[in-house]
Each structure stands twice: as C-alpha cells, then as structure tokens.
C-alpha cells in the first residue's frame, strides 16, 4: 500500500504565511493573513533531556520565548492531553486517568468532549487542521476507524502498538494504514512526513493551517531511528541532590518506606536515560524538516511553533524508579518554546503557563473567543512582553485521583502502586500537597529546589492555612473562576 509519510511537530504555526504569496496568484485563490500554528506535543519530555536537541535550541529557542516556568495540571498523559484539547483544569473535562472509570479515550467520548476542541474552533475559523500521532490513551482500541470532529485530516495512532515506532498502525482519515519495520516505517519521521506534506498543501490553497503533531517518544519503550544509534552512548544519568534521597521519612507520597536504588535498578535507568536521549534526535530531526518546509512555503514568518511536552518525567528522584504522576518538580515541570509573529528571539520568560492555556492561545492566534467553559488564558500577552502582565497567575493547581487506573499507563510498571490521591497547589515559592489519606507535604522552592525536606509540621499555620484555602477554591473552580483565583495575592 502507497503511504505518504507526514511529519507533525507540536509547534505552534504563524498561519498568514499564505498572506505572503507563496505561490503564484493562481496557485494560491485565498491568500489569508492568519497565523498558522504548529503544536510540537513529545511524550514525558522532562526539561532535563530537552537540553540534547541542537536544531529545536537554534530553530526555535534561539528566534523565540522560553516559558522557564512551564507546568502540567496533571502529570499524566491523557489527563493532559484532555486539558490542552479544551483548555481545562481536569476536575472540570472529568478525565482523570488513563483508561475508565477515571479517564481514556472513551470517557472523553462518552462525555462529548470531542464536540468542542481546538480541532472544532479553528476549522470552524477556516483552518487546515491536521492531526498526527498520539491522541488519547485508548484510542482506536474498539474503533480503529473513529475521526473526531474538527480535525480537516487526521493520521492518529491506534492502540499501544505506536510505542514501539514499528510495525504499528494509522487511522489515516479513516482508513486504518500499517507501518511496518523499514527504517522509513520509523513513526517519528512518518509525522514528520505528514506534517511537511500538509504545510505544502495548505499553502497551495491559500488555507491558514493547524498542525497538532504528537509523537509517541520519548516514552518508554523510547525506541530511537537506526540513523542516531551511535548517539550519547557514554551520557550519564542525571543524578540531582534529590537522586536516591537519603531520607525519606518525611515523605507522605508514595509510602515513605521504600528502600534505597540498588545498582541494578540505576543501571536499568541509565539504559533508559540513553534510549530517551537518542529517540528525542528524530524529533529534533522533525523541527528541522518543518522550519525548512515553512521556509520554502514562505510560512516560516507566519507561523507560531509550539514545543511543549504532556508531562515530565522522573528518574531515581526521591528513591522513585522511573515514572510521572506526582506533584513534584521532575513531573510537573515541562518545556515550553515558541516561535512566531511579535514573539522576541532567544527571549526567557519568568511568568507560569500551564497547559490548559494552549487552547486560549491557538483561539486568540485565530482571532476568535475561546468558549466560556475554558479554565486557561491565553499567553500570546506574556509571550510578546518583557514581563507578565498584571495581574498575572501567581498560583495553580495539581491534581491526581487514586486507583490503578489513574496511576498506570499502557503498561508502565514502574509508577508507585501505593500512590494515594491528591490536591496540590503550586506557587513561585511552594508547594503544599493534601493527600487523600490526610498527609500534606510542603516545599519551599527558594530555599529547597529539590524537594529535600517536607516541612508541613512546622511551617508557619497560618501560611498553611492560607495555602490550603486557595488549594480548596482552585480544587472547586471553573472557567472565570479559575483564573480569578489564580491570580490573587501570593498565599
């Protein structure tokens, strides 16, 4: 079977590239002076890791923001992915897990969630918009050939096969498309393919576009292209003060019992560690295929790239093996760059976006209001300003339900299985988490940046009196609300 190989990054796309008259006027009927965006979505790409891809640092760091403080709502991929799809916090999409009763793909199908998305409002402002890669935990598994509403093309992954990169399928606008073991079969650079083809073909008709290119690395099993094999083969594992912790005893997440790392369990984290590391490179590979298509398109100035991950990731951290899902930094931390019209070069950014605000920024871009139910806000204000403006989010919210299917992920054993539920609340300079057994922990980030001491008994009651009230009034929020209690005073 002939298959057109696209590649999808998770970057935001300027999309009046079409305005410029990239093609003849006969070639190009409806030249539009609307943005295109390209969102470049890796999977559990923590910010230590994203620091070995070369050509995303000089394509896109280096000509746009950097969001320093950049963070999950919830560390997990489908919560996550649900979140950026409609720009909320999770106890409002009500997907809170990977697979039901708690969340998956079919629990944001049975509530409807598909029929308002960015998919939906931006096609609905006469975008292109074309989807590649991972959507939602589960999907495919009972209709391999389902195509959500809003999506102009779709090339989405079906079932768990896709972590592998090989020998998996596509629902190629409904038509279900093998993959198998050639080198050119590598799932990575088939997005990039796809990707590349669609911008050509948006601009030849004049059309703004929206790419939402989600590959499946640098997730376990992070199986990596034959050409970047001999890569970082001596990089070691990053080991943080907080690396096999000494003292866990005032840890209440996860049991504050576990043993200390043995050898052959840090051994098998480095494995990973240089796996992850070679699997990123196709991705750094996709950045380069899609500034260079946007070039030759004369897009390139039109268009805002976003790059920006589902979650962070955790590596021998507080004596934990490999895994997310927690409210600690590794997790909730993730990077954040973008790319486009009115946006400074090699610019950092201290204000915190989260996301549940890439959905607001992909209406705004657009020029169009983002539905009443959205929780976020858009960043295009703070990603074209020196400073946040005022006022701006000095707080947010992390959540986690209990129960294995909250906690596992296609297979991933290695999440603590004891986890207990959560509420936390994130500020510049805390973070205090409830536990569903009733145990806090608080951090101080100034003086604690690695999470090394928890010290909830003896804090000052009345910071953590002050912490857990705004962590009840986020817990409850919706839409306006949220952002209102975001933005109050420090705690």
Partial sequence: MQKSFVVFSTVLVSAGAL???????????????????????????????????????????DQ?????????????????????????????????????????????????????????????????????????????????SHVPAGWSEWYGGIGNAPYRDYNYDLNENGKTVHYGTAPQDYLTDVISSKAAD?????????????????????????????????????????????????????????GNNRKLL????????????????????AIDDMVENLVKTLEATKQLENTYIVYTSDNGFHMGEHRMMEGKNT?????????????????????KLEGMGLNIDLAPTFAEIAGIKAPDFVDGRSLLSLLKSNNAPNPW????????????????????????????????????????VEYGDGGRELYDLKRDPYQLENIAAKADPTLVKALSVRLEQLAACEAAECRQAEDAAKP
Wanted: charged share 20%; net charge positive; aromatic share 10%.
């Fill in 393 to 432: 989010r000095s707080s947010f919210m992390i959540e986690r339900r209990g129960g294995k299917d909250a906690q596992r992920e296609d297979g991933d054993a290695n999440e603590p299985q004891n986890a207990l539920e959560f509420n936390a609340i994130r500020t510049p300079d805390w973070t205090y």
């Fill in 327 to 347: 409210a600690f930094e590794e997790d909730i931390r993730v990077p954040m760059i973008v790319r486009g019209p009115g946006v400074p070069a090699g610019k």
């Fill in 198 to 254: 669609a911008i050509k073909r948006a601009s030849q008709d004049g059309k703004p576009f929206m790419l939402y290119l989600a590959p499946f690395t640098p997730h376990s099993p992070a199986n990596f292209a034959p050409r970047h094999a001999n890569l970082f083969n001596d990089a070691k594992l990053p080991q943080t003060p907080s690396f096999n912790e000494a003292d866990i005893s005032d840890k209440s997440a996860f």
């Fill in 262 to 281: 043995n050898n052959q369990q840090i051994a098998r984290m480095q494995a990973l560690y240089v796996k992850r590391l070679k699997s990123l490179q």
């Fill in 19 to 61: 305005a410029f008259g990239l093609l003849n006027s006969s070639q190009a009927q409806s030249p539009t002076k609307k943005p295109n965006i390209i969102l470049i979505l890796s999977d559990d790409e923590d910010t230590k890791i994203h620091a070995f891809m070369p050509k995303t640092k000089a394509l896109l760091k």
């Fill in 64 to 144: 746009g923001v950097t969001l320093s403080n950049y963070f999950v709502t919830y560390a997990l991929c489908c919560p996550s992915r649900s979140s950026i799809l409609r720009g909320q916090y999770p106890h409002n999409t009500k997907v809170e897990g990977n697979m039901l009763p708690q969340g998956g793909f079919q629990k944001f199908l049975q509530l409807g969630l598909e029929d308002s998305t960015i998919g939906t409002w931006l096609e609905g402002a006469g975008y292109r918009t074309v989807f590649a890669g991972k959507y939602l935990n589960g999907y495919g598994n009972n209709d391999p």
